[in-house]
C-alpha cells in the first residue's frame, strides 16, 4: 500500500502548474539527516520544483522529521512496508509531476548551484539528451566521481569506459528525463542500481558537466555501500540473481570495455552468492576470476571464506574493509 499526502494541506500536490523538476528522496530510518537533506533542497532559488519524499517504511522518527515541514512544494509517499531503495525511487518517479527527475538520496545535500546549472544546461542540451550528470564531493574535501567527469557527450561504449575508471568512486548526481522510466527502471528487488545505469546507457545519451552540485555525507549507520551484516544478509539474493542478469545483459561489452569492472561486477557476484548460501555459484564466479587473475587476494579470500559460510565471510569482509579505511587514513597523513 502507498499512501501520498502533501504537507502544506493534507492533500495531493496543490501546485498548480507542473514544476520542471522533482526531486524524489527515498527515505528509510534517516531521522537525523533528513532536515539536512530538505534543508539543501528547499534553500534553492526559484519554484520550478517539488520533492517527493519516499518513507520505506521506516521504524524511526523519519516520518515525524518530514511532517514539520510546512511546504506545499513536499509531499510525502509512505510505503506500508520495507521495499527497498529501487522500490522507493520508482514509487517516488511515479508521483513526480516534472519534466526532469532530480534524485538524491537522504543523506547527501544539494549545493547552492545545484538547479541553477541544471536550469543553465537543459537550454542548450539537444532533444536527443536523456540525462545530464553532474560532479559530487563528499564531505571531506574528496571528489566524486574520481576521476572527476568532465565536459561532453557519453554513448553506451562511453559510460563503460567511465565505469572502468570510477570503480570505486562513482556516484554523479543525475538530472533525467522523466518519460525514459517508462522504458527502463530501478530494480524492484533489492538489487543495487549498478544494471539500471548500465541498461540506461545502452539505450540513451548522456551529457556530463564538470560542476559540483552535489555533497555526499557518510555519516549514516545504515548506508547501503556499508559491509553491515544484517544488511548485506538481507539484500545478498537479490544482488547475486541481479549481477548475473547483468552479467547476462552486458557481460560482452564489459570484457571488451572495461575489463577491471567485469571483473569487480563477478566478484561482487560471488560474495553476493556465498552470503546467498548459493556456494556452487559464488565458487564458479570466483574460481573464473581467479585463473585470469591469481593474485587477487581479495577474491582468494571471498572464496576460502565463502565456501566455509557466511558467517566467516561476514567477519572476513569487514576486516579486510576495516583495513582499507586505516590504509587510506595512512596515506593522507592523518
Given at each position: 500500500?502507498v499512501c501520498?499526502t502533501?504537507?502544506?494541506?493534507g492533500k495531493?500536490?496543490?501546485?498548480v502548474n507542473?514544476?520542471?523538476?522533482s526531486?524524489?528522496?527515498?527515505l ?16 534553492r532559488?526559484?519554484d520550478d520544483?517539488?520533492?517527493?519524499v519516499v518513507d520505506d517504511?521506516?521504524t524511526?522518527d523519519?516520518?515525524?522529521?518530514v511532517?514539520?515541514?510546512r511546504?506545499?512544494?513536499?509531499r ?14 520508482n514509487?517516488?518517479?511515479d ?10 538520496d537522504s543523506?547527501?545535500e ?6 541553477s ?9 539537444s532533444?536527443?539528451?536523456a540525462?545530464i550528470s553532474y ?8 571528489p ?6 568532465r ?5 553506451y561504449?562511453d559510460f563503460?569506459?567511465f565505469?572502468?575508471r ?16 517508462r522504458?527502463i527502471r530501478f530494480p ?6 549498478s ?9 540513451y ?8 552540485i ?16 544484517r544488511?548485506l544478509l ?29 571483473r569487480?561486477l ?5 560474495l553476493?552468492?556465498?552470503?546467498a ?6 565458487f ?6 581467479l ?7 581479495r ?6 571464506l565463502?565456501l ?7 567477519v572476513?569482509?569487514q ?8 590504509l587510506?587514513?595512512?596515506r593522507?597523513g592523518?
Amino acid at each position: 500500500m502507498v499512501c501520498c499526502t502533501n504537507l502544506l494541506n493534507g492533500k495531493a500536490g496543490s501546485i498548480v502548474n507542473a514544476p520542471v523538476f522533482s526531486i524524489v528522496i527515498p527515505l528509510y530510518n534517516r531521522a537525523e539527516q533528513i532536515g539536512r537533506t530538505l534543508e539543501s533542497c528547499l534553500g534553492r532559488e526559484g519554484d520550478d520544483f517539488e520533492i517527493i519524499v519516499v518513507d520505506d517504511a521506516s521504524t524511526d522518527d523519519s516520518v515525524s522529521r518530514v511532517q514539520a515541514y510546512r511546504d506545499e512544494r513536499i509531499r510525502l509517499v509512505q510505503h506500508s512496508v520495507n521495499r527497498g531503495v529501487g522500490s522507493a525511487r520508482n514509487t517516488g518517479i511515479d508521483a513526480a509531476r516534472g519534466e526532469w527527475i532530480v534524485l538524491l538520496d537522504s543523506d547527501h545535500e544539494l549545493l547552492p548551484n545545484a538547479l541553477s546549472c541544471m536550469r543553465r544546461d537543459l537550454e542548450s542540451i539537444s532533444e536527443s539528451i536523456a540525462q545530464i550528470s553532474y560532479n559530487c564531493v563528499y564531505e571531506n574535501g574528496d571528489p566524486c566521481p574520481d576521476p572527476p567527469l568532465r565536459a561532453g557527450t557519453w554513448n553506451y561504449r562511453d559510460f563503460l569506459a567511465f565505469a572502468e575508471r570510477s570503480q570505486q568512486h562513482s556516484d554523479m548526481q543525475t538530472c533525467t528525463r522523466r518519460e525514459t522510466f517508462r522504458r527502463i527502471r530501478f530494480p524492484e528487488s533489492r538489487m543495487l542500481e549498478s544494471g539500471y545505469h548500465m541498461d540506461f546507457a545502452r539505450r540513451y545519451r548522456i551529457e556530463t558537466r564538470p560542476d559540483v552540485i552535489k555533497r555526499i555525507y557518510r555519516d549514516s549507520g545504515d548506508r547501503i555501500s556499508d559491509s553491515r551484516g544484517r544488511a548485506l544478509l538481507k539484500r545478498a539474493p537479490d544482488q547475486a540473481e541481479g549481477l548475473r542478469d547483468l552479467l547476462r545483459t552486458h557481460g560482452k561489452a564489459l570484457r571488451r570495455y572495461a575489463p577491471g569492472k567485469y571483473r569487480h561486477l563477478v566478484g561482487a557476484c560471488a560474495l553476493y552468492a556465498f552470503l546467498a548460501d548459493k556456494r556452487a555459484t559464488g565458487f564458479r564466479m570466483a574460481v573464473h576470476i581467479l585463473a585470469g587473475d591469481p593474485a587477487n587476494v581479495r577474491l582468494w579470500a571471498i572464496l576460502l571464506l565463502g565456501l566455509a559460510g557466511h558467517g566467516p565471510l561476514l567477519v572476513g569482509m569487514q576486516a579486510m574493509d576495516g583495513l582499507k579505511r586505516v590504509l587510506r587514513r595512512v596515506r593522507r597523513g592523518i
